[in-house]
């Protein structure tokens, strides 16, 4: 059972996008019961939304065209924000996430909107479907464990070989500047954004890849 959320909506220039967020005391107070549980119970990362979703966000409401009308497949999508707001371009959009209340989260997210072309499932980027394809793929704030970076880059180029456009919105880490030189080469538009909330402000670089 997921932590008790809030709708809240989300303005980025023209669109908005209503999500369900959990609150963050009962989220704490959930956790706590979960560990207690379960000590190995992983930290809830996915149910706050980071300054690197509301930049891709951002990056989507200012160029939509890149997403209009394709097939829009997201990645470790947490609270799933980006994915709600293609889902008002997109002609079909897969949300997804390894942990299964992020997906639940965001499948409410989805019925409150009565998005028709978006679905919500468990996907972890280390086994793949074999046929799973995209148009356009969305990962945002998926570069910040150096352990996987080189499991990252492999999905990565998986999807460039297959013909797919990525975008990728990240925060400016130091220990990330050699995973991010490698994806250079690719890179046929970047956009630096500046999120203002929640504070401290969040300089965030949205890259637009494609082989």
């Known amino acids: ?8 909506t989300f303005q980025f220039d023209d669109y908005h996008v209503r999500a369900y967020v959990p609150d963050a005391l009962l989220l704490q107070q959930w956790f706590k019961a979960q560990q207690k549980a379960n000590p190995s119970f992983p930290s809830p990362y996915w149910a ?7 930049a891709l966000c951002r990056f989507i409401a200012q160029q939509p065209h890149w997403i ?4 829009v497949l997201e990645l470790a999508a947490g609270l799933g924000l980006p994915s709600l707001l293609a889902a008002q371009f997109a002609s079909e959009v897969i949300s997804s996430d390894n942990i299964e209340e992020a997906v639940e989260s965001i499948q409410q997210s989805i019925e409150y909107n009565g998005f028709q072309n978006m679905q919500s499932c468990v996907l972890d980027w280390n086994a793949l479907p074999p046929g799973l394809t995209a148009d356009v793929l969305l990962v945002s704030d998926i570069n910040y464990e150096p352990a996987v970076f080189e499991t990252i880059y492999k999905v990565i180029e998986k999807f460039l070989n297959a013909g797919t456009v990525i975008m990728l919105s990240t925060p400016q880490r130091l220990m990330a500047k050699p995973f991010i030189e490698r994806l250079v080469p690719f890179c046929i538009l970047q956009k630096e954004i500046t ?8 300089i965030c670089t949205v890259m637009l890849l494609k082989k």
């Open 1 to 8: 059972m997921n932590p008790e959320a809030t709708l809240q």
């Open 48 to 54: 706050q939304v980071w300054p690197a979703a509301r």
């Open 68 to 71: 209009q009308h394709k097939k």
């Open 195 to 202: 999120v203002k909330e929640p504070l401290p402000e969040t």
